[in-house]
T-cell receptor, first 113, second 115 residues
Framework: NAGVMQNPRHLVRRRGQEARLRCSPM?????VYWYRQLPEEGLKFMVY????????ESGMPKERFSAEFPKEGPSILRIQQVVRGDSAAYFC???????????FGPGTRLTVL | QKEVEQNSGPLSVPEGAIASLNCTYS??????FFWYRQYSGKSPELIMF????GDKEDGRFTAQLNKASQYVSLLIRDSQPSDSATYLC???????????????FGKGTKLSVKP
């Protein structure tokens, strides 16, 4: 019974490059959430998606960040033109419909040089 | 702006003691509450959730909810060194069935259990 999967686990990018983070929810879960955790900071909500729909992106920076959850395949968080301040752990969580209980993946640790 | 507050600690308890972790939240309408454990460098792991006033027990863990005081706590009985981690309190941002399914997290309380 696989849990939430994220890849890559570690990602190094130079300033100005693009970062793509992928998340596959638990089996039977149709809701995906992305959170960011900066060093010594709490988890901050970024975006909430269901298949082919962005439900809430109120936590997402307006520029350079985008997310999708296509009908087939994993959810993707995309960061364009990365800057050093984007260095953080990015966690994906999933839940079944109509349930707030969320289960987290192992995270992607992004380092921007 | 909905907020969740936790004492950052560190909270240090001897092995075998009861660890008490506390959390307050700002939105009186909040209905769903969660405790996660996060080891250093790892992802949050769900320990318990609670929706109703009162106590909910699961093994060595007891979650307590007091909606009138906007207060949630987690008790860990017979604390073990392996319980040493950061404990995150989280509150669902929306009401059941609403579109705001995300969780609002406190910054966490670091617990250290000394052998």
């Amino acid at each position: 019974n696989a849990g939430v999967m994220q890849n890559p686990r570690h990602l190094v990018r130079r300033r100005g490059q693009e970062a793509r983070l992928r998340c596959s929810p638990m089996k039977g879960h149709s809701h995906v959430y992305w959170y960011r955790q900066l060093p010594e900071e709490g988890l901050k909500f970024m975006v909430y998606l269901q298949k082919e729909n962005i439900i809430d992106e109120s936590g997402m920076p307006k520029e350079r960040f985008s997310a999708e959850f296509p009908k087939e395949g994993p959810s993707i968080l995309r960061i364009q033109q990365v800057v050093r301040g984007d260095s953080a752990a990015y966690f994906c969580a999933s839940s079944p419909p109509l349930v707030y209980t969320q289960y987290f993946g192992p995270g992607t640790r992004l380092t921007v040089l | 702006q909905k907020e969740v507050e936790q004492n950052s600690g560190p909270l240090s308890v001897p092995e075998g003691a009861i660890a008490s972790l506390n959390c307050t939240y700002s939105d009186r309408g909040s209905q769903s509450f969660f405790w996660y454990r996060q080891y250093s460098g790892k992802s949050p792991e769900l320990i318990m959730f609670i929706y109703s006033n009162g106590d909910k027990e699961d093994g060595r863990f007891t979650a307590q909810l007091n909606k009138a005081s906007q207060y949630v706590s987690l008790l860990i009985r017979d604390s073990q060194p392996s319980d040493s981690a950061t404990y995150l309190c989280a509150v669902a941002a929306g009401n059941y069935g609403g579109s705001q399914g995300n969780l609002i997290f406190g910054k966490g309380t670091k617990l250290s259990v000394k052998p």
